[in-house]
Structures are given as structure tokens and as C-alpha cells.
């Protein structure tokens, strides 16, 4: 199993300009979590899903947009980036959504200049 | 405040002493996470624990749920044990992190 995977692994952008940082877990997992980390600060949950078709808010939500449309996949969009958004971004997966082991990517490198 | 605290934020131990890293919440919990992020920026799930404690080799977890306290203790530290520990609290639909602590084992 490859776990979860992310790509990419490293992005710049300008500022305005939009992307999808992409998320795929191959352990059917029905939770998907993304979140970001900032440096000195620990992370924070952006969205989350229960499943395909279902996606919720979490903490710092504003300026992006998720869809799940497979058990598999995950995709995180950012529109018209803002250097606000220069973060870490960690995707993860779990079976049960409280109590139950997280499996995180390896992260993806976000600046927008 | 935040709703996750930890301590200390860093921290420097000679190859085998006993660590201890301290995390408090100020929320109700479905779970306490401890999470090992290496110095590479992988992220690793160790432990879920909603009370008593839980082992696994040297590394060792527990809750205090009356005194929203957990601790993450290692014994016989060594050098690869060096990295950022993060404590996560689970409640309703969120998850809260700790900033980390970031640890430095010395041969």
C-alpha cells in the first residue's frame, strides 16, 4: 500500500493565481482531513470528509474549496491565492473520524510570493 | 488561548535518559493523539488514547481525563528519537494541535 499520497511535493504561485493540491489514500478510509501548518504554530484543520460526496469545514476553511467524489481522493483547491496561504499542507486519512489512528501524506510546500 | 498547550517547547537529552512531554487541553475530548513529526516533515500517528495509558517499546502515553493532562514519556532516549512530538485533541468535528515540542537527543 502506498498509503497517502500527495503532489505535489513543492509549488510556488503569484499571487491570484488558483491550484489543486492533490490527495489519494489507497486504504479505503471513509475520513479525509487536510490540514496546514504554519511555522510556530501547530497545525489546523482546513476540511474534512466523512465519505464520498460529503465534505465539511473545519477551522480555518476561508479561501479554499474540497470535493470527494471518490473514497479515494481528495483534492484541496486554493482560487486567487494570497500569501496568507504560504503554508505546509498535510493531507490525512482515517477509518473512524474521533478515535482512530490519522495516516498523513508527506506534505506539500505552498508559497505564493 | 489555545486550546491544546504544550511543554517544554524545546528540548535537549543525552542519549539514554528518561523524557517526559507534558500536554494540557481545556476542551471535552473523544481522544488525545500523540504525533511524531521527524525532521524530514513526515508526520506519524503514535498513539489514540481516550484514558489510562498505552505502551509501545520504549514509548509510553497517558491520560489524565479529570485533569485534562496526558504525557508522552520515552524511555532510554536515543538520537533517531530526535523530532517535533505534536499533541492533537479530537472533539465533535475538530481536531486541535499543540505547536510541538521539538526534542534533541545527544549522543
Known amino acids: 500500500n502506498a498509503g497517502v499520497t500527495q503532489t505535489p511535493k513543492f509549488r510556488i504561485l503569484k499571487i491570484g493565481q488558483s491550484m489543486t493540491l492533490q490527495c489519494t489514500q489507497d486504504m479505503n478510509h471513509n475520513y479525509m482531513y487536510w490540514y496546514r501548518q504554519d511555522p510556530g504554530m501547530g497545525l489546523k484543520l482546513i476540511y474534512y470528509?466523512?465519505?464520498?460526496?460529503?465534505?465539511d469545514k473545519g477551522e480555518v476553511p476561508n479561501g479554499y474549496n474540497v470535493s470527494r467524489s471518490t473514497t479515494e481522493d481528495f483534492p484541496l483547491r486554493l482560487e486567487l491565492a494570497a500569501p496568507s496561504q504560504t503554508s505546509v499542507y498535510f493531507c490525512a486519512s482515517s477509518y473512524v473520524l474521533q478515535t482512530d489512528t490519522q495516516y498523513f501524506g508527506p506534505g506539500t510546500r505552498l508559497t505564493v510570493l | 488561548k489555545n486550546e491544546v498547550e504544550q511543554s517544554p517547547q524545546n528540548l535537549t537529552a543525552q542519549e539514554g535518559e528518561f523524557i517526559t512531554i507534558n500536554c494540557s487541553y481545556s476542551v471535552g475530548i473523544s481522544a488525545l493523539h500523540w504525533l511524531q513529526q521527524h525532521p524530514g516533515g513526515g508526520i506519524v500517528s503514535l498513539f489514540m488514547?481516550?484514558?489510562g495509558k498505552k505502551k509501545h517499546g520504549r514509548l509510553i502515553a497517558t491520560i489524565n481525563i479529570q485533569e485534562k493532562h496526558s504525557s508522552l514519556h520515552i524511555t532510554a532516549s536515543h538520537p533517531r528519537d530526535s523530532a517535533v512530538y505534536i499533541c492533537?485533541?479530537?472533539?465533535?468535528?475538530?481536531?486541535?494541535f499543540g505547536t510541538g515540542t521539538s526534542l534533541t537527543v545527544i549522543p
Open positions: 488514547l481516550s484514558s
Open positions: 492533537a485533541a479530537s472533539t465533535g468535528n475538530q481536531f486541535y
Open positions: 470528509s466523512v465519505g464520498a460526496g460529503i465534505t
